[in-house]
């Protein structure tokens, strides 16, 4: 394995002058499965069926001779592994332009597989004075829980200056009471509102504790649900719908 020095990206929509009226985010870890018919085919009956449009997934798989094109989504992938045939890490997907992007590798790496974990920071501009930040971030884990801290801390410095619409979206590896503390004080610092749902029995939980999550700050919720997908990832998918204030 080699530590990655490059994202991969593909945007087929930076022309597009579409006002942005909704933002429907799937959010799953999906355990390298990305190459997977099957997999494949489900994911794309759930962007249907949800009316996705945005998508921060984890654990992403991707051939260096795999073909590009991702469900007709720009996408940019911020790896954490690299292998002489494939690279991994966080994709994040939409179908609006996309100004900006910034990849982010942990500093630590894992102590039991002396992998990185990467965070994916997109900008997109709604209108003349707005802009929507959307973060996807696979939190490191297989470290003591001050390293976590500081590499959520690493993260929030990016973060913490944007004034617009903000939706952080991921795996944040929260098993202990300690990561939970840490993404409580990460959630209050940066003002966010966390996504609940009516039945959340699905989401991936460690020792009661759950895993995924979706949280946002200026932006109008409408919809949260959590799919139920044993036959693919360990994880479940998270959907949370939302409409820009106007």
Not at 116 to 122: D, E, G, P, Q, R
Not at 142 to 148: C, S
Not at 179 to 185: G, H, K, T, V, W
Request: aromatic residues 14%.
């Amino acid at each position: 394995m080699y530590k990655p020095n490059k994202s991969f990206k593909i945007l087929k929509h930076q022309e597009d002058k579409t006002k942005l009226k909704q933002i429907n985010i799937l959010c799953w870890n999906v355990a390298k499965l990305s190459k997977k018919e099957d997999f494949l085919e489900y994911l794309k009956k759930i962007i249907k069926e949800e009316n996705i449009n945005f998508l921060a997934l984890q654990e992403f798989k991707k051939s260096f001779a795999q073909k590009t094109d991702f469900f007709d989504f720009s996408y940019i992938l911020a790896p954490n592994i690299e292998t002489k045939k494939n690279v991994f890490g966080v994709l994040s997907a939409f179908k609006i332009p996309c100004q900006d992007f910034i990849a982010l590798l942990s500093n630590q790496q894992e102590l039991k597989f002396s992998t990185h974990k990467s965070a994916l920071i997109c900008i997109f501009k709604l209108n003349q004075n707005t802009k929507l930040m959307f973060v996807n971030i696979h939190a490191i884990n297989f470290v003591p829980n001050k390293i976590f801290i500081q590499e959520l801390n690493n993260i929030k410095k990016y973060i913490k200056n944007h004034k617009g619409p903000l939706i952080i979206a991921g795996d944040f590896n929260t098993w202990n009471k300690q990561r939970i503390q840490a993404l409580e004080n990460f959630k209050e610092e940066l003002v966010l509102t966390k996504v609940t749902y009516s039945d959340n029995s699905s989401i991936k939980k460690i020792f009661s504790n759950h895993l995924d999550y979706i949280f946002f700050k200026k932006i109008k919720f409408c919809y949260s649900r959590a799919l139920k997908s044993e036959f693919y990832s360990d994880h479940n998918p998270i959907i949370a719908h939302f409409e820009p204030l106007s």
